[in-house]
């Protein structure tokens, strides 16, 4: 048995980061897609050049075609227009929606067992179209977003409390962005709830900055979205399917009547494993939550509504 495949489509920052998080873990080869001619392939023989320095000697191919992907384990989709100052996520819709569909018919032609990671936004959304072209089942088609968004939560817990973020866990769950759910009971600090660590201002203050990291950061950068946490967020879930870890973690899968949402896909805590999104796992929520994440359903269902008439089925 050699190494399992991964494809990344879309060899732009985030593509191109996930390739090397990937590489460098020397248990995967990696195939790295985009229409770009030369850029796929430069990264990738730059990455492959990079082998001999940090220790790997996984392969990696960059193309501007699919023939390469045949057998992929796994494919993470960065692909589409990203976000520019002024852009909200669903501004991308029908730019990314096209986008999508290409390649998620590619990817499947080709890999009938592959299992997608969605990173291009709007993130749910994509998930549904992924989904609808592909005809794969649920457990195949996830979005990356409530892995970000948990790490953004953490990260800024960490700093505000002067702790480790090894011992900080939040789960983020709902849609990707401003419809974000976090769940407070579940978000704890060494296993005390942050509720008692921070007055109730200051978490409301870092439950907005979590809403906004991905605008924050893009009014930072001017010409480009965020790519480091949202690479090694894509990353931490390819490895998650692989190794078979069965680790629970905030997925934009659809729901099929768990936590009142029906054949919506959205953000909630799931266990990742070789089947993909093998369970969404339950958690009790408070009514506020649970009207919140309702809400961030309808946000997504309405959306997915108006793309549907894009879709080439």
Known sequence: MGRPKVTVVGAGNVGGTTAQRLVEKNCYDVVLVDIVEGVPQGKALDLSQAGPVCGYDAKVVGSNGYAETQGSSVAVITSG????????????????????QTVARELVSRSPEVI??????PLDVMVHVAQRVSKLPNQRVLGMAGVLDSARFRS???????????????????????????????????????????PKDRLE???????????????????????????AAAAEMVEAILKDQKRVLPCAVRCEGEYGVNGVVVGVPVK??????????????????????????????????????????
């Open 116 to 121: 997608l990671i969605m990173v291009t936004n």
């Open 272 to 313: 990742l494993g070789r089947g993909g999104a093998e369970a969404i796992v339950e958690y009790d929520l408070a009514p506020d939550e649970r009207a919140a994440l309702a809400r961030s359903a309808e946000a997504v269902a309405e959306l997915c509504g108006a793309v549907e008439r894009l879709l080439v089925l």
């Open 156 to 198: 800024f817990i960490a700093a505000e409390l002067d702790v480790s973020v090894h011992d900080v866990q939040a789960m983020v769950l709902g849609g990707h962005g401003d419809s974000m759910v976090p769940v407070m009971r579940y978000t704890t600090v060494a296993g005390r709830p942050l509720s008692e660590w921070l």
């Open 205 to 231: 203050a870092m439950i907005k900055r979590t809403r906004d990291g991905g605008a924050e950061i893009v009014n930072l950068l001017k010409t480009g979205s965020a790519f480091y946490a949202p690479s």
């Open 81 to 100: 227009v990203p976000r520019k100052p002024g852009l909200s996520r669903d501004d991308l819709l029908a730019t990314n929606a096209k986008i999508v």
